[in-house]
Protein backbone atom coordinates (compact mmCIF):
# COMPACT_ATOMS: atom_id res chain seq x y z
CA UNK A 1 0.00 0.00 0.00
CA UNK A 2 1.52 3.20 -0.67
CA UNK A 3 1.48 5.79 1.54
CA UNK A 4 2.79 9.68 1.18
CA UNK A 5 3.91 12.05 3.85
CA UNK A 6 4.62 15.42 3.29
CA UNK A 7 6.95 18.16 5.25
CA UNK A 8 8.38 21.83 4.22
CA UNK A 9 5.72 24.08 4.60
CA UNK A 10 5.94 27.52 6.52
CA UNK A 11 5.51 30.99 6.68
CA UNK A 12 7.70 33.32 4.10
CA UNK A 13 7.19 36.91 2.48
CA UNK A 14 6.34 37.74 -0.84
CA UNK A 15 9.13 36.76 -3.08
CA UNK A 16 10.58 34.27 -0.78
CA UNK A 17 11.29 30.24 -1.46
CA UNK A 18 10.36 27.29 -0.19
CA UNK A 19 10.81 23.45 -1.06
CA UNK A 20 8.21 21.02 -0.15
CA UNK A 21 9.00 17.44 0.47
CA UNK A 22 6.70 14.25 -0.44
CA UNK A 23 8.11 10.85 0.26
CA UNK A 24 6.51 7.97 -0.29
CA UNK A 25 6.55 4.05 1.28
CA UNK A 26 5.09 1.24 -0.27
CA UNK A 27 6.48 1.77 -3.69
CA UNK A 28 9.27 3.44 -5.69
CA UNK A 29 8.50 7.03 -6.85
CA UNK A 30 9.68 6.26 -10.01
CA UNK A 31 6.74 3.88 -10.74
CA UNK A 32 4.34 6.37 -9.27
CA UNK A 33 2.58 9.62 -10.63
CA UNK A 34 2.75 12.18 -7.53
CA UNK A 35 1.20 15.09 -7.86
CA UNK A 36 1.16 18.23 -5.72
CA UNK A 37 -2.12 20.03 -4.77
CA UNK A 38 -3.40 22.92 -3.29
CA UNK A 39 -6.52 23.88 -0.82
CA UNK A 40 -7.86 27.14 0.16
CA UNK A 41 -10.95 27.44 2.64
CA UNK A 42 -14.41 27.53 1.04
CA UNK A 43 -12.42 26.95 -2.93
CA UNK A 44 -12.10 23.39 -4.75
CA UNK A 45 -8.72 21.10 -4.07
CA UNK A 46 -6.30 22.73 -6.86
CA UNK A 47 -3.80 20.76 -9.12
CA UNK A 48 -0.21 22.60 -8.72
CA UNK A 49 2.34 20.21 -10.23
CA UNK A 50 2.95 16.66 -10.89
CA UNK A 51 5.69 14.24 -12.16
CA UNK A 52 4.57 11.44 -14.07
CA UNK A 53 6.54 7.57 -13.59
CA UNK A 54 7.68 8.38 -17.02
CA UNK A 55 9.19 12.23 -15.48
CA UNK A 56 6.46 13.96 -17.60
CA UNK A 57 6.04 16.99 -15.47
CA UNK A 58 2.94 19.28 -15.28
CA UNK A 59 2.13 22.68 -13.96
CA UNK A 60 -0.49 25.16 -13.02
CA UNK A 61 -0.42 28.25 -15.04
CA UNK A 62 -0.18 30.18 -12.11
CA UNK A 63 2.73 28.61 -11.15
CA UNK A 64 4.69 28.08 -14.24
CA UNK A 65 7.91 29.78 -14.34
CA UNK A 66 8.45 30.09 -10.63
CA UNK A 67 7.94 26.16 -9.32
CA UNK A 68 9.68 22.97 -10.03
CA UNK A 69 9.00 19.53 -9.19
CA UNK A 70 11.67 16.77 -9.43
CA UNK A 71 12.16 13.36 -7.57
CA UNK A 72 15.31 11.72 -5.92
CA UNK A 73 14.54 7.86 -6.68
CA UNK A 74 17.38 7.23 -3.91
CA UNK A 75 15.62 8.72 -1.62
CA UNK A 76 12.08 7.99 -2.73
CA UNK A 77 11.01 11.73 -2.63
CA UNK A 78 9.57 13.93 -4.83
CA UNK A 79 10.22 17.87 -4.29
CA UNK A 80 8.24 21.38 -5.01
CA UNK A 81 10.49 23.61 -5.05
CA UNK A 82 8.49 27.21 -5.11
CA UNK A 83 10.12 30.32 -6.46
CA UNK A 84 8.73 34.32 -5.95
CA UNK A 85 6.12 33.10 -4.04
CA UNK A 86 3.31 35.21 -3.49
CA UNK A 87 -0.16 35.72 -1.51
CA UNK A 88 -2.06 33.64 -3.84
CA UNK A 89 0.12 30.67 -2.75
CA UNK A 90 -0.90 30.46 0.61
CA UNK A 91 -2.90 27.26 1.21
CA UNK A 92 -2.83 23.65 2.59
CA UNK A 93 -0.41 21.81 0.07
CA UNK A 94 -1.38 17.86 -0.24
CA UNK A 95 1.10 15.41 -1.28
CA UNK A 96 -0.67 12.42 -3.28
CA UNK A 97 0.67 9.31 -5.37
CA UNK A 98 -0.69 6.79 -7.55
CA UNK A 99 0.86 3.60 -9.63
CA UNK A 100 1.29 5.06 -13.41
CA UNK A 101 -1.78 6.18 -14.84
CA UNK A 102 -2.56 7.58 -18.55
CA UNK A 103 -5.36 10.02 -16.70
CA UNK A 104 -3.98 13.72 -16.27
CA UNK A 105 -1.53 14.05 -13.11
CA UNK A 106 -3.35 17.09 -11.86
CA UNK A 107 -6.58 14.92 -11.66
CA UNK A 108 -6.87 14.52 -8.21
CA UNK A 109 -9.82 12.04 -8.46
CA UNK A 110 -7.61 9.53 -9.92
CA UNK A 111 -5.45 9.23 -6.84
CA UNK A 112 -6.01 7.48 -3.55
CA UNK A 113 -2.88 7.73 -1.42
CA UNK A 114 -2.61 11.79 0.46
CA UNK A 115 -1.12 13.22 2.87
CA UNK A 116 -1.86 14.76 5.57
CA UNK A 117 -0.70 18.44 4.37
CA UNK A 118 1.66 20.93 4.59
CA UNK A 119 0.46 24.55 5.40
CA UNK A 120 2.66 27.52 3.12
CA UNK A 121 1.66 30.89 4.21
CA UNK A 122 2.96 33.64 2.20
CA UNK A 123 2.50 37.29 3.79
CA UNK A 124 2.73 40.14 1.80
Known amino acids: QVQVVESGGGSVQAGGSLRLSCTAS????????VGWFRQVPGKERQGVSC???????NYADSVMGRFTIDRDSAKNTVYLQMNSLQPEDTGLYYC??????????????????WGQGTQVTVSS
Open 26 to 33: GLNVGRLD
Open 51 to 57: IGATRVT
Open 96 to 113: AARPWDSAHCLDSTTYRA
